[in-house]
């Protein structure tokens, strides 16, 4: 900036001067501030937003989203507003197939995703692009190389209630469950946390830190990753199913082989 | 015992009872149904034909062998299927092994049985029961050996020695009794139930790493699963950590202000961030699984739902009592402090805590 006024000082008596300065001052502070803007955009999103992508999230927008979340993204009676949601949630949503949503009901369930990594790209920094809200994670911030215990307690605590010790989900009130997290891939899991999808709570930053988060995922991709220790885990949904097993398989062989040792040979 | 005539005392027919006294005492009626009798002899086929004689030999023999097998394959198994240091490989360890041990116990089992049905004897044995009475002489020798021992021992004439010994046998589960005086805390055990380890000032934290809490960390829709600040497992309460925790743990929710229907847990909360008990009111369970968006609050065990907007009024479930509700404020830096103790016990309810 300097050394440009000390020219602009050089050139006071050309026509075009005062024409001159005003470009080269608007392209350099101009210039400077797209680069910032661009610079904090990288550092947020692992893709860098272009204008041609958001315009191109804005088309698939209109096309797919606009009927229920509102021309503006502003939300309808139907569907709770996108301005401020992020791109962590648009990525969340419709990577896992839930978006665009098939049908009302308790809960939209997922599916095959219906758009391909540019396309979700895309859509995320159009929604990003309207106001500030939580970005997508890097992959560095969703490694499985956190603290395995600590995640495991952390884990325990905030979620095992609704998604069951072992990941295996559970149920609701009114048809809602908590889906099993023995599939989830780890960028879900961690957007899921950021942004708190349909009726599970968000845990921002202060609640589970970036570190906290990392150390779930650690816990819950091992438990993936690694068989039960115990047997035949019948899906660890707990005593119910295991009950079942007993009483009718168990149970029905012990009766079998009574039935047999009482019976007469042939 | 076709013939029940014999059995039955004289007398009895001359008195013209209709029952007729066998073995025993018990009455068997006149019209009562006639002793079936065995089923006639049915031949095996193992006793018929040579062919499954040995067939069922082999059988026999075959499960033995597959006893053999399993035992080997378990030996096997253990050591195809090492436990190393990850903890995984105990499934297959353990499934194979277990595999194993079972066809070779099944096998000898079902060996032996199929053995005893097929080719052992098969013939029908009756093993009459005798009478439960004993001969009259039997009887008479008894109570003769009863009298002796009374008579020797004077345990009717002594009656001071008796009664002591009466004494010391009452006595004597007393210290039982003392030992389970040990089972409960020295505490009252109502002021226990009725106190927690909130006061005035405690400031929440975060479960489990004692992080203290700023009202500007919940975001909407936010959960923390609280803990009372200073409750760790290895500080001052390292001897009843998990005792304190049971009754002082918290769910702080906030809430959309205008979502909140009561003015009662607007004013006890801060900003729309209300602070919970954990603790079921049914049987006490940990409270926990909340929906942000229709604020239900549900019990993981029977199901009782708490309406979190509605002062966690009971919504359904075999919960009676909404959960109790712990004032909150924040302190001059800005972390959320609580006002005071709930302001009734936590949890289930207990023969001395009165309706409210």
Redesign the interface.
């Known amino acids: 900036m300097a050394s440009l006024n000390r020219k602009s000082m050089f050139s006071r008596r050309r026509p075009f001067a005062a024409a001159l300065v005003i470009a080269a001052g608007l392209l350099v502070t101009g210039g400077g501030y797209a680069a910032a803007t661009t610079a904090v955009k990288a550092q947020q999103d692992p893709t860098v937003a272009s204008q041609s992508q958001i315009d191109l999230g804005h088309k698939l927008f209109l096309a797919n989203c606009a009927s229920c979340h509102g021309k503006n993204a502003e939300g309808t009676k139907n569907a709770p507003t996108l301005i401020g949601v992020g791109a962590a949630s648009v990525d969340f949503q419709v990577s896992s197939g839930r978006m665009p949503a098939q049908a009302s009901g308790p809960q939209v369930q997922v599916k095959e995703a219906v758009f391909n990594d540019k396309e979700i790209a895309a859509m995320a920094a159009y929604v990003a692009s309207l106001a500030p809200g939580p970005a997508i994670p890097t992959d560095a911030m969703v490694a499985n190389n956190g603290d395995l215990t600590r995640g495991g307690?952390?884990f325990r605590?905030?979620c095992a209630?609704?998604h069951n010790a072992a990941g295996a989900g559970?149920a609701?009130?009114?048809g809602?469950y908590?889906p099993a997290l023995t599939e989830t891939g780890a960028r879900e899991m961690y957007e899921a946390m950021l942004t708190?999808p349909?009726?599970?709570?968000?845990?921002?930053d202060?609640?589970l830190s970036p570190k906290d988060k990392k150390d779930i995922i650690t816990y819950l991709v091992y438990l993936q990753q690694?068989?039960?220790?115990?047997?035949l885990s019948l899906d660890n949904l707990g005593p119910v199913a295991e009950g079942l097993f007993v009483w009718i398989a168990v149970l029905g062989g012990i009766i079998a082989i009574t039935v047999?040792?009482g019976a007469?040979?042939? | 015992m076709s013939d029940k005539k014999g059995l039955v005392p004289a007398s009895h027919d001359s008195e013209g009872f209709e029952h007729d006294y066998s073995a025993g005492l018990a009455a068997i009626s006149a019209d009562k149904i006639a002793d079936p009798g065995l089923e006639p002899h049915?031949v095996?086929?193992?006793d018929k034909s040579v062919k499954h004689e040995k067939r069922a030999a082999r059988q026999v023999f075959y499960w033995f062998m597959a006893s053999i097998v399993g035992s080997v394959f378990s030996i096997v198994a253990y050591f195809a299927f090492p436990i190393s240091e990850?903890?995984?490989t105990?499934?297959?360890n353990?499934?194979f092994m277990?595999l194993g041990i079972a066809l070779g116990m099944f096998g000898i089992g079902f060996g032996a049985?199929h053995w005893a049905?097929?080719l052992m004897p098969?013939a029908e044995v009756a093993e009459p029961r005798h009478q439960t009475r004993g001969a009259e002489d039997v009887r008479a020798r008894a109570v003769e050996i009863v009298n002796l021992a009374n008579s020797e021992s004077g345990f009717s004439r002594r009656k001071l020695i008796r009664r002591s010994l009466y004494g010391a046998l009452a006595m004597f589960p007393l210290p039982a009794l003392v030992l389970f005086k040990d089972m409960t805390t020295d505490a009252d055990p109502q002021e226990t139930l009725r106190h927690t380890m909130w006061t005035a000032g405690t400031r929440l934290a975060?479960?489990?790493t004692g992080t203290p809490?700023?009202a500007?960390?919940?975001?909407?829709?936010?959960?923390?699963?609280v803990i009372p600040e200073g409750l760790m497992p290895e500080g001052a309460h390292k001897d009843d950590y998990l005792e304190q925790k049971a009754k002082a743990a918290v769910l702080l929710?906030r809430v959309d202000p205008t979502e909140i229907n009561s003015q009662k847990e607007l004013d006890w909360g801060y900003d729309g961030i209300v602070a919970y008990s954990k603790i079921c009111t049914h049987v006490g369970c940990?409270v926990?699984?909340?929906?942000?968006?229709?604020h239900?609050l549900?019990c993981?065990c029977h199901?009782s739902?708490f309406d979190l907007a509605n002062d966690c009024a009971v919504i359904?479930g075999p919960a009676t009592r909404a959960l109790p509700q712990l004032q909150i404020t924040v302190d001059a830096e800005g972390y959320l402090v609580a006002k005071g103790d709930f302001s009734e016990p936590v949890g289930p309810s207990f023969w001395e805590r009165t309706a409210k």
């Not at chain 1, 690694?226 to 047997?231: D, I, K």
């Open positions: 307690q952390l605590t905030n209630m609704c559970g609701l009130t009114q809602k908590a708190g349909q009726n599970m709570p968000v845990f921002n202060a609640n690694h068989p039960s220790v115990g047997g047999w040792l007469k040979s042939n | 049915r095996r086929m193992t990850d903890l995984g105990v499934h297959n353990t499934f277990g049985v049905k097929t098969d975060l479960d489990p809490i700023k500007a960390d919940l975001t909407i829709g936010s959960v923390f699963h929710v940990p926990a699984l909340y929906e942000q968006h229709t239900h549900l993981p199901q739902t359904f």
